[in-house]
């Protein structure tokens, strides 16, 4: 009898504050060649985050309801949670040329400090690329409508946030 294969990780790495339709998209898409992946969700943010991390970690399960999908927390270097994790991909969405020389940089820095995962790029559904958390957070906060964005849970949220 001949071992089951390995399952294949991937690691789907970000902010999530909060999670849209353009991430669920991604995850959708990684788990067409992944057996499991890990919404990652960074413990620290360059920026002050609308939601705490409680909130996003809450947000991405309420969004995404695949038992194949699990999400962590992580705090510091994402290659080291990539290697802890068995992952051997790290996704990350492109939507357009601007994304990418960061993309690039840090693909390659994770590549040096975990020479066994692969960073793959997804491109999002056309209907998606303009979207990204900070337009959504923008829009909510001046009353916009949202509802095609982002999960009901999150848009009740984003209300919930903004008072409006
Ligand atoms: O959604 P974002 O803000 O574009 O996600 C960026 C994120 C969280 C994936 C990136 O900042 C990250 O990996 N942070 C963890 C710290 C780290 O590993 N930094 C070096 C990256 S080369």
Request: hydrophobic residues 45%; glycine residues 6%.
């Amino acid at each position: 009898m001949s071992a089951s294969p390995t399952p294949r990780i991937a690691v789907y790495p970000g902010s999530f504050d909060p999670i849209t339709r353009g991430h669920e998209d991604l995850i959708r898409r990684a788990r067409s060649f992944a057996d499991r992946v890990i919404v990652a969700v960074a413990v620290n943010v360059s920026k002050q985050p609308l939601f705490t991390l409680e909130e996003r970690v809450a947000l991405i399960n309420q969004a995404v309801a695949d038992p194949s999908v699990q999400v962590q927390a992580f705090d510091g270097l994402l290659a080291d949670f990539a290697r802890r994790a068995g992952a051997t991909v790290i996704v990350r969405g492109l939507r357009a040329v601007s994304d990418f020389e960061y993309e690039f940089q840090m693909a390659l820095m994770n590549r040096n400090l975990a020479p066994g995962v692969e960073t793959v790029f997804l491109v999002p559904a056309y209907d998606l690329t303009y979207l990204s958390s900070s337009l959504v957070r923008e829009v909510a906060r001046f009353g916009g409508d949202v509802s095609a964005l982002v999960h009901p849970a999150v848009r009740q949220a984003l209300t919930q946030k903004f008072g409006r």
